[in-house]
């Protein structure tokens, strides 16, 4: 439905016919809401009408498609979507630093979907008169506009440090609890917590690896003896920061040890587990760090490789797969992150049988959306989106390794990934049109 101007001074709309409803009085944009003249018709299909006046009264920064939603006296219009980060210039070119890019992308998927997304932080509230200034992205690049409080707010904060900050929580108790606004993706993670939700649940148990949190010696050299490699990964960890890989040779009775120091590859020989612990982690315990087996992982090139799976809430709110990349490791590294030489590979250029590609993505997709589904089920608050690490053994076992509520983009820098990186941004706001929808006809079932 397209939104146009006509040139009246008061307060009016025009709708298509087929919307009559007689107890029509208002319209409401984001969390404004106006009294209005509503006229009905017959002349318009795809286009609804607005007075300038109406237009300016409401906020609405320009014209372009919308949606229309109806409850009781009020006809809602938009949905006025937010995405909440943090990181802030004030450049107008790069108003978000390195992010500005990513977030172009993203508002400029507003256009296929509909409605009006926009970008801001906590300075750009304004409480006393519920608005936001909030960046807009257009054809003439970023630009600003003050408009009410939004129907849905998406959660995009860099980190957990900035997350868990207090300035930003409360503003997000504040924007729900007070004003009822659905917020979707808000947390990232915890590996173990994941963990256990996933191991109370029988159909997910089978994917993970045998692990603990908070190790002991005894429980890493259970693991060693059993599996001959483990992984020791930090709880809240992201982008493969502070991972080690564990490997006992029972034929030399030797540990050996493999990790990035932040600037290179090492690879270190220990002949006492205490003693190569001890050197990792001097005087600290394994606090906050688990330990997972290893998984002899299928290789390409005689590299090992994993698999990010990206699964999307769509615009009817049902889980879907959306986006399937191999990873391989780089040479020598413990992970198959690009920052540690890793590569990024289709399934077809991985596997060049149809049959073979078609099996692995079938596996792969319905590992991901049973466990997406799982995890909505326990996990408090709304989620829109999920990417998983997975690996398979060679036996052609699927294992889980993480899962991430704000998944990295780095697969979608391959440039056949190009249109799933299109899907999954599409359905990233699809789904906060779905949220918008639902609070506006059925807030009870949001909040139940």
């Known amino acids: 439905m397209n939104l146009s101007l006509i040139d009246e001074k008061q307060h009016t ?14 319209i409401s944009f984001g969390a404004r809401t106006f009294p209005c003249t509503i006229i009905f018709s017959s002349q318009l299909e795809q286009e609804v009408l607005m007075s300038t006046s109406l237009f300016h009264e409401l906020s609405i920064p320009f014209c372009q498609s919308v949606h229309l ?25 790069r108003p978000i630093g390195q992010r500005s890019i990513f977030f172009s992308k993203l508002l400029s998927t507003v256009k296929s979907t509909g409605g009006y997304a926009f970008l801001f932080g906590a300075h750009h509230i304004n409480w006393d008169s519920g608005t936001i200034r909030g960046y807009f992205y257009t054809n003439d690049g970023w ?40 917020w979707y993706n808000p947390g990232f993670f915890n590996k173990w917590d994941i963990y256990q939700r996933l191991q109370t649940n029988e159909e997910t148990q089978s994917f993970l690896p045998e692990t603990f949190k908070n190790p002991s010696i005894k429980h890493i050299r259970s693991l060693l003896e059993k599996h001959q490699g483990v992984f020791l990964k930090p709880i809240n960890g992201s982008l493969g920061k502070g991972i080690f ?36 982690f001097q005087e600290k315990k394994l606090d906050d760090y688990i330990v997972q087996q290893r998984i002899p992982l299928i290789r390409f090139q005689g590299r090992p490789l994993d698999f990010r799976v990206h699964t ?19 040479r020598g590294s413990v992970t198959t992150h690009l920052n540690n030489g890793g590569m990024i590979k289709t399934i077809e250029e991985i596997f060049p049988s149809p049959d073979r590609c078609r099996d692995i993505k079938q596996q792969l997709e319905q590992a991901a959306l049973l466990i997406s589904e799982t995890i909505e089920r326990d996990v408090a608050g709304f989620i829109g989106e999920i990417g998983f690490d997975f690996g398979m053994d060679d036996q052609g076992r699927v294992w889980i390794f993480e899962a991430n509520s704000k998944p990295g983009r780095s697969i979608f820098k391959h440039p056949k990934l190009f249109e799933q990186d299109m899907l999954t941004r599409k359905l990233s706001l699809s789904y906060a049109i779905h949220l918008a929808e639902k609070s506006i006809h059925a807030p009870e079932e949001l909040y139940t």
């Open 143 to 182: 630009s600003q506009a003050d408009v009410p409080f939004p129907h849905v707010v998406y959660d995009r904060l860099p980190n957990r440090q900035t997350e868990n900050h207090e300035l930003f929580t409360t503003i997000k108790e504040k924007l729900q609890s007070q004003y009822l606004i659905p």
């Open 69 to 93: 939603f109806f409850r009781d006296d009020t006809v809602h219009i938009g949905p006025l979507i937010g995405i909440f980060s943090a990181g802030f210039t004030g450049s107008k070119l």
């Open 13 to 26: 709309i025009y709708l298509p016919a087929r919307y009559e409803h007689s107890d029509l009085r208002s």
């Open 312 to 330: 999307n809430k769509n615009e009817h709110g049902k889980w879907q797969l959306t986006a399937v990349a191999a990873k391989v490791a780089g």
């Open 245 to 280: 890989e564990i490997i006992y040779s029972p034929s030399s009775e030797s540990y050996y040890c493999r990790y990035h120091d932040g600037e290179k590859k090492v690879l270190r020989k220990f002949y006492q587990l205490p003693i190569l612990l001890s050197h990792l």
